[in-house]
């Protein structure tokens, strides 16, 4: 059961599609300054993304949600965060599998995704909520990620 409110994002497309889901995974931040962090351990994570656009594809969808969670979820539920070194870095801050890098990196893969469709749909927003009491919000900036 996934429930909750969401931060709005204001983007000028006539559709926009929300995809919730959850994937539990491990990771550990590979610096001094991230104290406990720095351990191994698990979340239980809770994504939100958002896709929007102005046109359809041939079977009436901006994008099949499960296409969705194939991307996302079957990659990352149940592993090791730091073990994707296609994705994640452990010596470079800027890719450490921190709440911050992980709703980057899961806009960045959903918009390459996106990209190979016929009807170009945008990736807008990606929530990632860690805990009871911590979440990041991802906003790809136009024409940058
Ligand atoms: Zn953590």
Redesign the pocket.
Known sequence: MIQQIYPQVIHPFRYELNKDMQIAAA?F?PHEAAGQ?ANL?G?TYFINITVAGDELDDSGFLINFQQLKKLIHNRFDHTLMNDHTDVFSNTQAEHFPT?EVVARKIAEIVQQHLDTLPNKPTCVQVFVR?SPTSYVVYRPKAGKQ
Do not use: L, N, S
Request: glycine share 0%; with cysteine; aromatic share 0%.
């Open positions: 990771h931040i962090c351990h979340h709440t860690e």
